[in-house]
């Protein structure tokens, strides 16, 4: 019987992945991975099979039950399978749904973290997401919920922050800037739209909780968060750091 790895790429430049989960890809007989990993990220998998598994957001949960048994299947063959999931796979990443189905196969398994989208974003925009005097609670949410699942209480999280990151939330936008503000967000709080966070392609737009509609429509297709919350006044669309371009050369020198 083999482990299987769940672990986090980090957001999409390659050398945000911890030395960790590279020494783990390295030794993967077989890599079930989402749709955004970076190819390099991919390729310290060398002796891997590689196997595209992901998802649309709201997608059927079929699709889950499927990627689960892949996994556990694997883990009967295979000595090291890796499940390689964009950020953090304990965030907004059905990673539970694995875990609970490697567990009732009595298989081990191993998270290791990756930087999430939230971490990045505020990378990319030159912000402490908990700056002291303004901040000191921060929410991840997503207002997206799939089929049959109960709605959540986003926007009264969203409310009570100081600051609040909202994962998949774009295609939201005008259903977003509408809840808070009929809830009792102020129109002008400032918000940060970042998409393709560490990315070559990246984009960082920036206005306020009533541009959030204006905003989202001039963002492109990217996997974005919205940012929200005073700390975000200080926020500037900093010039892209430039990624690593050979990461193996790098983990040779670490
Ligand atoms: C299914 S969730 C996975 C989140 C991931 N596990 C994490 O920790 O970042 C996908 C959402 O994460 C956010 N996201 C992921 N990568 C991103 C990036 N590079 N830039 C901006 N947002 C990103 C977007 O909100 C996207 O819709």
Same mark, same amino acid.
Do not use: C
């Given at each position: 019987?083999?482990?299987?790895?769940?672990?986090? #790429?980090?957001?999409?430049?390659?050398?945000?992945?911890?030395?960790?989960?590279?020494?783990?890809?390295?030794? $993967?007989?077989?890599?079930?991975?989402?749709?955004?990993?970076?190819?390099?990220?991919?390729?310290? +998998?060398?002796?891997?099979?590689?196997? +595209?598994?992901?998802?649309?957001?709201?997608?059927?949960?079929?699709?889950?039950?499927?990627?689960?048994?892949?996994?556990? &299947?694997?883990?009967? &063959?295979?000595?090291?399978?890796?499940?390689?999931?964009?950020?953090?796979?304990?965030?907004?990443?059905?990673?539970?749904?694995? %875990?609970?189905?490697?567990?009732?196969?009595?298989?081990?398994?191993?998270?290791?973290?990756?930087?999430?989208?939230?971490?990045?974003?505020?990378?990319?925009?030159?912000?402490?997401?908990?700056?002291?005097?303004?901040?000191?609670?921060?929410?991840?949410?997503?207002?997206?919920?799939?089929?049959?699942?109960?709605?959540?209480?986003?926007?009264?999280?969203?409310? #009570? +922050?100081?600051?609040?990151?909202?994962?998949?939330?774009?295609?939201? #936008?005008?259903?977003?800037?509408?809840?808070? %503000?009929?809830?009792?967000?102020?129109?002008?709080?400032?918000?940060?739209?970042?998409?393709?966070?560490?990315?070559?392609?990246?984009?960082?737009?920036?206005?306020?909780?009533?541009?959030?509609?204006?905003?989202?429509?001039? $963002?492109?297709?990217?996997?974005?968060?919205?940012?929200?919350?005073?700390?975000?006044?200080?926020? %500037?669309?900093?010039?892209?750091?430039?990624?690593?371009?050979?990461?193996?050369?790098?983990?040779?020198?670490?």
């Amino acid at each position: 019987m083999g482990k299987v790895y769940l672990v986090g #790429a980090g957001p999409g430049a390659p050398d945000l992945l911890t030395l960790r989960a590279a020494e783990i890809l390295k030794r $993967a007989d077989i890599v079930f991975h989402d749709a955004l990993v970076h190819p390099q990220t991919l390729d310290l +998998a060398a002796r891997a099979d590689k196997i +595209a598994v992901g998802k649309r957001s709201g997608s059927h949960s079929t699709a889950q039950k499927f990627i689960n048994k892949r996994l556990v &299947d694997a883990a009967r &063959d295979h000595r090291v399978v890796v499940r390689l999931k964009g950020g953090d796979p304990t965030l907004f990443g059905r990673a539970q749904e694995e %875990i609970d189905a490697l567990r009732a196969a009595g298989i081990d398994f191993e998270i290791v973290p990756g930087v999430t989208a939230a971490t990045a974003a505020s990378a990319e925009l030159g912000v402490s997401l908990t700056r002291r005097g303004f901040a000191r609670h921060v929410v991840f949410v997503t207002p997206r919920a799939a089929k049959g699942e109960p709605e959540n209480d986003w926007a009264t999280s969203v409310l #009570a +922050a100081d600051t609040a990151v909202i994962y998949m939330g774009a295609g939201l #936008a005008d259903a977003i800037s509408a809840e808070l %503000i009929r809830s009792g967000k102020p129109k002008d709080t400032p918000l940060a739209l970042v998409e393709s966070a560490t990315f070559f392609e990246r984009r960082v737009l920036l206005g306020t909780l009533a541009d959030l509609p204006e905003l989202a429509r001039r $963002a492109g297709s990217g996997p974005t968060v919205v940012l929200l919350g005073a700390v975000l006044k200080a926020a %500037i669309a900093k010039p892209a750091a430039v990624a690593v371009e050979d990461i193996e050369a790098l983990l040779r020198q670490a």
